[in-house]
C-alpha cells in the first residue's frame, strides 16, 4: 500500500522559507511511472497545484509561485521536498504530497497526469 | 491558465437521490479531466480520470463524461458516505487547474 506523509513546521515567520518534506513508503521514488507532487489548500477554499518532481530532477511548476520554489527528490531516503521562499500570510494553507500517475491510451503514455495518492496534509500557518 | 468552473458551489440532496455536478474549462481540454471526493480534515481521493474512467476501487454509481469544455458528474443513488465536496482538475496544460468545489449536503 502507498503512503505519504508530509513533515515539517507547522508555524514559520512572514519573510522566511516554508520547507517540507514528504515521505513515500510502499513505492519507489524512482519508478519511472510518477511524478511527485505539491499541491495546498488555503483555509477553506480550493485546490492549487505547486508543482511535481521526477525521480531525475526534473520539475514543473506553478508560475505564479516559481520564483520563490524549489521542489527536490532524495531517492535515497524515498523522499521529494518542498521550499518556498519569502512567504507572507497569503502562503497559510494546508500543503499536500501526493503522486501523479501516468496515463496510456492509444499506445501513448503521458506522465504525472491525475493524483492517485495523497498524504494526510499539514497545516502551515504563516504568522510572526 | 485554465478556468475551471463548477456548478452549483452547493447542493442540497437526500439518500437514494440522483445528483449531477458539472465542471466547464474556459477553454478545450479533450477528456483530460479528473474529479476528486473530499471530506472535512482528509485528502482528496480520485474518482474519476480521463474524464469518464472510474479509479480502481470507486462505487460504480459514480459516473461521468463529457469532453472539450463541459463535464459532468453523477452519483445515481446517493449514500451517506457520499455527503462530501468534489472537485474536477484538468490535465491538459501546466499549472494544472482545480474548480472551486461542489459541497454535497444532507437535505
Known amino acids: 500500500q502507498v503512503q505519504l506523509q508530509e513533515s515539517g513546521p507547522g508555524l514559520v515567520k512572514p519573510s522566511q522559507t516554508l520547507s517540507l518534506t514528504c515521505t513515500v513508503s510502499?513505492?519507489?521514488?524512482?519508478?519511472?511511472?510518477?511524478?511527485w507532487s505539491w499541491i495546498r489548500q488555503h483555509p477553506g477554499k480550493g485546490l492549487e497545484w505547486i508543482g511535481y518532481?521526477?525521480?531525475?530532477?526534473?520539475?514543473y511548476s506553478n508560475p505564479s509561485l516559481k520564483s520563490r520554489l524549489t521542489i527536490s527528490v532524495d531517492s535515497s531516503k524515498n523522499q521529494f521536498s518542498l521550499k518556498l521562499s519569502s512567504v507572507t500570510a497569503a502562503d497559510t494553507a494546508v500543503y499536500y504530497c501526493?503522486?501523479?500517475?501516468?496515463?496510456?491510451?492509444?499506445?501513448?503514455?503521458?506522465?504525472?497526469?491525475?493524483?492517485?495518492?495523497w498524504g494526510q496534509g499539514t497545516l502551515v500557518t504563516v504568522s510572526s | 491558465d485554465i478556468q475551471m468552473t463548477q456548478s452549483p458551489s452547493s447542493v442540497s440532496a437526500s439518500v437514494g437521490d440522483r445528483v449531477t455536478i458539472t465542471c466547464r474549462a474556459s477553454?478545450?481540454?479533450?477528456?483530460?479531466l479528473a474529479w476528486y471526493q473530499q471530506k472535512p480534515g482528509k485528502a482528496p481521493k480520485l474518482l474519476i480520470y480521463?474524464?469518464?474512467n472510474l479509479q480502481g476501487g470507486v462505487p460504480s454509481r459514480f459516473s461521468s463524461s463529457g469532453s472539450g469544455t463541459d463535464f459532468s458528474l453523477t452519483i445515481s443513488s446517493l449514500q451517506p458516505e457520499d455527503f462530501a465536496t468534489y472537485y474536477c482538475?484538468?490535465?491538459?496544460?501546466?499549472?494544472?487547474?482545480f474548480g472551486q468545489g461542489t459541497k454535497l449536503e444532507i437535505k
Open positions: 501526493a503522486r501523479a500517475v501516468a496515463y496510456c491510451s492509444g499506445g501513448s503514455c503521458y506522465t504525472g497526469v491525475w493524483f492517485d495518492y
Open positions: 510502499g513505492d519507489s521514488i524512482s519508478s519511472v511511472n510518477y511524478y
Open positions: 518532481i521526477y525521480y531525475s530532477g526534473s520539475t
Open positions: 477553454q478545450g481540454i479533450a477528456r483530460w
Open positions: 480521463a474524464a469518464s
Open positions: 482538475q484538468q490535465a491538459n496544460s501546466f499549472p494544472y487547474t
